[in-house]
């Protein structure tokens, strides 16, 4: 049954569920309790799940147990639509293959976001041929293009990221550096959320930055001041460099929740090896042959994964963690930074936050007994459940913190 | 001469003066030229002459030398307006003090910069008894009246200091950082923009922070975005930690320069002794028991300050530089960072200034024959110029580089 203490009261209801069976009160029944879906987003990416997705994994057991992994904590996908490796050449989209893998999630039930639209990084090398208006329409029209096209199977976005430094990259020429430097950051914001609000106008869009400094709050209120709407902040939080701890992590909070906006934590790393040196300031910059994951080091990211998740749900801003990949292989920057090894096995911080995700926070199939007028009783974190009796279910959802009155009837 | 070669030419004109006495050409006759006022503000706080200015100098000839030591290299003054200091007790502010100081700047013709309106350091300590409406009412109503007040006598301020940091300052308890935390950092800057603007709309209003990173851009470009009129853009550059060097000063001046506005180095210090550790943050950290000025010390810092001086000027956007203190006497810091001793000789860098302002970039007293015409050619800086045939003169001002033709009547 849920941990349902002070910390955690804005993501639990008590609820009351008058249940009917027939038309008549259920009374002093047992009947079998199960939560289906945390409300929270527990997210991750589905990179290395989109191949699965199309069929065309080259290891599909291995694949399929990834998968099964992956659905045993996270309820929430983020799908990479770089520009430059989504469209290498114009005109040339990988629309079918994300589509295909974002629709196998949808169809699951896990919400799907894409990452991202606008970015300086990984952007289309062939925007440099192209003049600073023309890679702002080549911008809005990509925007257009994938938001209206994936909305259904899509419908939040990274619309923009890492707009502090977007005009003062300068560790290579590009497109959407040029274009932000000739324009400024914040119309550069208006454009890209213009064009997405109207490609899909029921999408979450969210403004992405690892910046956790000054800068992005002075972004972020002259974004807001401008009149531009912002539906959810993503605050990068890679942790490469070692784990914040919650004082760190509060105080970030702190700052960031003063906008009154949802704040989801868009791109969690804790490793469970060596610690990237304090000295590196662009993380690409650190370059290792090998990465390892090692027992001690283990230990250490299952603690700090408790620490971190713990620290995130007790904010009541936070509604999404975004893990940044599950399964060492294939991992940004070779880092041991999953909670499963790249041979597959799960690391104690899988285990741990499947116990927290689906124990602690959530309510696995737990027998209770209706009273005399056919009523539960049950505190649960808010999402989904499903209440059974018998051969007849009935499914009742937990929208807000607080006391619920539900009345459900058994089909 | 001037220095006018290249990098300097928008500093620069080529006048053509057609002199005329009594109504006629003055042909072939020698006159005396020379520059009395540069129009680029080479700037210095004025704090310390502000008793000399109000005949109260605990030492009248020592203030008297610092006097004529400013005014040889100087030609604008920044004085101080810290609430805490200016206003301690609520409604007893020490204005006639500061106004016969600002007078006596401006009867001399250097124009007077009041620094700063709004600032979370030094504040008045009462403000934390009010809430935050009525601390907000406080800071608009002390604007107008400093504004109002010394107008004529100070037509330019800092209006607002260091708002990157403000909201999230968390050294002490002070009342402008719950009030800007509270309202936003934009909002406190249309506020006090629009009192200070309707109290003086002549006033040359400016912006001014010591954070040089995309912090200050950002906010730079919210507070522009949000339509707030700014005048000039202030940075800070306080090299207690080391002489910045040109490829720092140039990639600033790359990134503020973007916004089209005139850039003013505020509060420029470099040191003639020690370096201040680089991990020294906030610079009020550093203590020592004594701070001295070392011959070593004394020759780098004349280079550096010929190379910094260089840079700026070179630079289009920079209209002034204000240097943070003659004498080292009174330091803020304890910092050897004047380019007068504490005994009132003058460093190695106060000569070379000295050298800078009134030879090479000025025009000292010359003798020129003026053609059959009664034309006089020279190419100097942009300021004030006097022309002197006998015992009649002639005044001309050089506003726009480039070619300038120019009628002057002796008279």
Redesign the interface.
Known sequence: MSETSGRFRHRTADATVALTLDGEPLADREVVLEQTRHRFLFGCIGFDLIDHANGTAADPEGAARNAELWEGVFNFATLPFYWGRYEPERGRPDTERLLKAARWFAERGHPVKGHPLAWHTVTADWLLDLDNESIARAQVERIEREVGGFAGAIDMWDVINEV??M??FDKYDNGITRLC?DI????MVRMVFDAAREANPSATLLLNDF?M???????I???L??GIRIDALGLQSHMHQGYWGEEKTEAVLD?FS?YGLPIHFTETTIVSGDIMPPEIVDLNDHVVDSWPSTPEGEARQADEIERHYRTLLAHPSVEAVTYWGMNDAGMWLGAPGGLVRADGTPKPSYDRLHRLVNEEWGTPRTVLTTDAEGRLRFTGFLGDYRITAGDRRADVALVEPGEARVEAALA
């Open positions: 502090v430094i005009p003062i430097r400024g950051r914040i119309p910046d400094s000054a800068a992005y709050e002075c972004l209120e002259g974004v001041e401008a700052r003063r």
